[in-house]
């Protein structure tokens, strides 16, 4: 089942800050955040494997919460370089062969000046 | 180091027609997926494969047929086009080792359209 990510949709001022969340119905083994630029192919940030687990690239970082099923990305002082759709991806319990993964709609994240 | 590449990067087909995407992957990874991502629907796995010679449905994998005959290839196959069809096809691929998961990396995406 699809995880729902919220907001659908965030705009911000450079320099502001913007945290994105992502919720399953189902337990989770892991959790993949990737951001698509328009046009463009899906690009990785960071998977986080544990409950609790927190970790970060430059000045975003995510959290999830394996109890409640959820995960958030926070992107603190946003630049311009950081607009564009963030998908989580989900893998539930039991870790399944193939690492494959269920995404969320997207939320589509606009940075400007 | 060319990564995930896909061919052909755009397609106009008739309905009834049938075609074959195919993504190529350098990086010797075990696991490759075929996506395709509608507008506000997120990206929805077709079918997957987790090494040569095996393939595996995905949530999506109603009017598509896959071949892994090659570890570095994963074909994807339109046997006859719909309309509903029409959509950004993405293939990726990750390495299996260990129990950590690994990052898919991404193809640059085919646009298909289906008249």
């Known amino acids: 089942q699809q995880p729902v990510q919220s907001p659908q949709a965030v705009i911000l001022r450079e320099g502001e800050d913007a945290v994105i969340n992502c919720s399953s119905s189902k337990a989770l083994y892991s959790v993949h955040w990737y951001r698509q630029k328009h046009g463009e192919a899906p690009v990785f940030l960071m998977i986080l494997l544990k409950g609790g687990e927190q970790k970060g690239h430059d000045k975003i970082s995510a959290s999830f919460n394996e109890k409640k099923q959820q995960s958030s990305l926070y992107l603190t002082a946003s630049q311009l370089s950081y607009s564009g759709t963030y998908f989580c991806?989900?893998?539930?319990?039991?870790?399944?062969?193939?690492?494959?993964?269920?995404f969320g709609q997207g939320t589509e994240l606009s940075v400007k000046p | 180091n060319a990564g995930v590449t896909q061919t052909p990067k755009f397609r106009v087909l008739k309905t009834g027609q049938s075609m074959t995407l195919l993504c190529a992957q350098d990086?010797?990874?075990?696991?490759m997926y075929w996506y395709r991502q509608d507008p506000g629907m997120g990206l929805r796995l077709i079918h997957y494969?987790?090494?040569?010679?095996?393939?595996a449905k995905g949530e999506v994998p109603d009017g598509y047929n896959v071949s892994r005959l090659k570890k570095q290839n994963f074909l994807l196959g339109l046997e006859s086009a719909a309309p509903s069809q029409t959509s950004v096809y993405f293939c990726?691929?990750?390495?299996?080792?260990?129990?950590?998961?690994?990052?898919?990396?991404f193809g640059d995406g085919t646009r298909l359209s289906i008249l």
């Open positions: 991806g989900t893998e539930g319990r039991p870790k399944n062969q193939g690492g494959k993964l269920i």
């Open positions: 990726a691929s990750s390495y299996s080792g260990g129990r950590s998961n690994q990052p898919q990396h």
């Open positions: 990086m010797n990874h075990e696991y």
């Open positions: 494969s987790v090494g040569e010679g095996t393939t």
